[in-house]
């Protein structure tokens, strides 16, 4: 795939081949410490990039259509609205901690941006007393994460809830990034669905800026594939989680009062609950879209994270859903080769994942980029080259040609229930599945040697 660089995207490629923040998940072997060292320049960097992107520019946003002009496509949008809820509710989640409830907590009216927006479910305002006394003052023990918004810290509420409490950062000049602040409770506020982080709260008091939001115990997807949480993710396990996204992001296009675009879709802002089911979260970069699906938007700053950034909004500054559909392109192929986008360690024809991995596709070799610790079987093979078929594309360099998030949640379906019907129709399949989920401590010990091996059979069984 061509791009044709920018200054910014020059910028972010930069960014891309610091290896101070990018580390391969295989082959090139990175402990758990290693991170732990990397993390905090990576942040910082992230942060210092989205500080000078903010400098040089004021966002200009325009949205093409007024909401007077948007009542066909909502109409159409409400009524497959219940569709797609009823897919997701059908599925067995673990709703973290879903025994939240409302009426416990003060309506606020004291927002004024939030309580000026049409279609607010509301939101909720917490003291700082009740904050202080669910994090135990902000305790360290407590503390479960650094983003760029600032620092998050676990906590229980009155009631007995889980929460993960996000405490803004003072920006270079001292002040919070108020923006990104609103932007993210207008928009978490909005949405409700059981694949998206739900807000619970907010705070504004004196320097805080503080937002409540669901807690999502299990890591994110980032760690699981690493292998830093969890016993490694199976090929189903993949699917059900790829998903759940396809499904968060097709209701953030399609099915909220206006169209929202999430900006940062990657595996470190994929919650994973105790039954391996996703939730997006941090839609601190989202971006309220225009109800016509045509309409772009014009920003003269690039947000996102690099190495899952569409090339044509780099290119053109023009946000669309399909700058979504992109970043989910590389976290399939994320998901199916457990690489991270940019492998700054490996030889140069492999250091784009995407690149590495769709050279393979074309070359007929999905399985030679299949993530060495999944367990070959003819059905995770085929579901392997199939996904990595889907993420081509969406990692089209012309964004008419990707496809939509909804259709991407359809052929995923597809694929998931081509898988089902593999493993249960070929006792061969099935067994080797199971010893694999029984079995995966040991798989992990030995992911190298079954990979070779397993690839040499399954060539011969597809050739
Ligand atoms: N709702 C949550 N439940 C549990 N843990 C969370 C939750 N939200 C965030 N975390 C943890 O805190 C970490 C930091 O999250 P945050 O969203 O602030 O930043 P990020 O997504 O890692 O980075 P950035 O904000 O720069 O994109 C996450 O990686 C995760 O480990």
């Known amino acids: 795939m061509k791009h044709t660089p920018s200054p910014r995207n020059i910028r972010v490629s930069q960014m891309k081949q610091n290896p101070d923040f990018q580390h391969d998940r295989v082959g090139n072997h990175t402990t758990k410490n290693h991170q732990k060292t990397h993390r905090p320049a990576f942040n910082y960097l992230k942060a210092a990039a989205k500080k000078v992107a903010g400098v040089f520019s004021t966002l200009l946003f325009w949205q093409r259509k007024t909401a007077s002009n948007s009542s066909g496509p909502k109409t159409e949008a409400n009524k497959q609205h219940g569709h797609v809820r009823d897919i997701s509710f059908s599925l067995d989640h673990s709703t973290g901690s879903s025994n939240k409830s409302p009426s416990k907590f003060k309506y606020s009216d004291s927002y004024g941006s939030a309580k000026a927006t049409s279609g607010q479910v509301g939101t909720f305002c917490f003291s700082i007393e009740e904050i202080y006394k669910a994090t135990d003052d902000f305790s360290p023990a407590n503390k479960i994460g650094e983003g760029g918004f600032g620092t998050v810290y676990k906590g229980k509420l009155k009631n007995g809830s889980l929460v993960a409490i996000k405490r803004s950062k003072k920006d270079a000049y001292g002040k919070h990034s108020s923006a990104e602040f609103k932007n993210e409770v207008l928009t978490l506020s909005k949405i409700e669905h059981l694949n998206l982080v739900r807000l619970y709260g907010y ?60 900006r940062d879709i990657k595996a470190s802002n994929i ?131 990707r496809p939509s998030m909804r259709k991407c949640a359809e052929i995923l379906w597809g694929i998931r229930k081509e898988f089902r019907e593999k493993i249960q129709s070929h006792p061969a399949s099935t067994s080797h599945y199971s010893e694999n989920v029984i079995g995966r401590d040991a798989r992990k010990d030995h992911h190298n040697l079954l990979g070779n091996e397993d690839i040499e059979t399954y060539r011969f069984h597809s050739a």
Request: net charge negative.
């Open 203 to 262: 705070l504004e008091h004196g320097d805080e800026q503080i937002i409540v939001v669901e807690y999502v115990g299990n890591g994110t997807l980032g760690e699981h594939l690493d292998g830093t949480r969890g016993n490694g993710l199976e090929i189903s396990e993949r699917l059900d989680i790829a998903i759940d996204v396809a499904h968060a992001v097709t209701y953030l296009h399609m099915y909220t009062d206006l169209p929202i675009i999430h």
């Open 271 to 401: 919650l994973i609950s105790e039954k391996l089911r996703a939730k997006v979260a941090d839609f601190g970069f989202a971006r309220l879209a225009s109800e016509d699906p045509g309409a772009t938007h014009i920003s003269t700053q690039i947000k996102g994270t690099a190495g899952y950034l569409d090339p044509e909004y780099l290119r053109t500054y023009q946000l669309t859903d399909k700058s979504d559909v992109y970043s989910f392109g590389v976290l399939l192929v994320e998901m199916v080769t457990g690489r991270h986008p940019i492998e700054s360690k490996r030889s140069l024809n492999e250091r784009v994942t995407i690149r590495w991995a769709m050279q393979r596709l074309k070359e007929g070799e999905a399985v030679l980029a299949m993530d060495p610790r999944l367990r070959r079987s003819p059905a995770s093979v085929v579901a392997v080259e199939k996904i990595l078929k889907l993420a081509r594309q969406c990692l089209a360099s012309s964004r008419q040609s």
